[in-house]
């Protein structure tokens, strides 16, 4: 806020912009959707006068995010971050982009999308050496998209196949609940329940945790 106070309004700049665009994250993230559109959109503006696809893709992102409650609107606006992203080829802008439209697609129970979405994520993440930096965050939102479509056999492959150890906490605590509600819909009571409790282990107190809290609680009930 203090950079954006500094910087000119006038002329346009790719700095301002850039600021911009991180102000709107932060209110992404911080739950302040109503600020978020408002700063997701000017820097949508300054993006579209200055030609900046990468800025672009980022705008068009986190504006999608910020209405997400508008999921048809929203996704269209990851459509041109999308196609910001790959015009800019920058490949982590891209990997981004692809990582926050999966959370979306999963939101709005889009599963066949989100598995499209992280598949392509996967492969750039391949060719462009950042495997092991994104690959966590994409196959959560895998397993969890395979696991609301019922296809529980890919998903327990996925499940046994991860590195489970090198995932963060969360991400493995997110795998851990997928394994119990489908051992739980199985049948196998003594499995789900056991999963639940090693994923209750390590999913802690803050705000990511919130909604995976209400999957255990369901699984234990």
Known sequence: EQALRLLPAEPVTHERGD????LAMFAVFSGDAVAAAEYARDAVRI???????????????YLGLAIAGQPDTA???FDKARTAA????DPQVLLDVVTWESALLLATGRYEAVIDAVQQGMRIAHHTFRFAEVAPVLLV????ALTALSRWPQALMLIDEAELE????LGYAALLLCRARITL????VAAAHSAADHAGKLLGDGPWARSYRLQLLTVQC
């Not at 939102?141 to 969890?144: E, I």
């Open 141 to 144: 939102k895998w397993v969890q």
């Open 185 to 188: 819909a199985q049948g196998d």
């Open 166 to 169: 090198h995932l963060p906490p």
């Open 19 to 22: 600021i911009i665009a991180r």
């Open 75 to 77: 996704v269209g606006h």
């Open 86 to 89: 790959t015009a800019c080829g």
């Open 47 to 61: 993006a579209e006068q200055l030609g900046a696809t990468a800025l672009a893709a980022r705008a068009h992102a």
